[in-house]
């Protein structure tokens, strides 16, 4: 009965200049009752800011085995893509986190 997974997304800053950067954190969970496999979380770099870094979070949950990371480049805005090998069990999380400067 549950659709599967669940992501919660927050950013360290209330409020920031022109200049300062942001970091999201990306939470993801496992709410259904099977492994998840092919998971795959997209985000992209929010309007007015340029892509800093990403990365996945350490550890990962014990079933997922690796994570890789495509994004744009340093200075630049886009798309960003963090792809698992391995499934997510039933009740499992991890975060994947990204930082933006802001223009």
Request: aromatic share 6%.
């Amino acid at each position: 009965t549950n659709s599967g997974l669940r992501l919660d997304k927050s950013v360290d800053k209330a409020a920031a200049l022109p200049g300062a950067t942001l970091t999201y954190t990306v939470t993801y969970t496992n709410d259904s009752s099977a492994p998840l496999s092919n998971l795959k979380v997209n985000d992209t770099t929010p309007a007015y800011t340029t892509f800093v870094n990403a990365a996945c979070g350490s550890p990962l949950p014990a079933s997922l085995t690796a994570c890789a990371v495509t994004a744009p480049a340093v200075g630049a805005s886009g798309a960003i893509q963090w792809a698992f090998t391995g499934t997510l069990s039933p009740s499992q999380s991890g975060t994947v986190t990204f930082s933006v400067k802001i223009q």
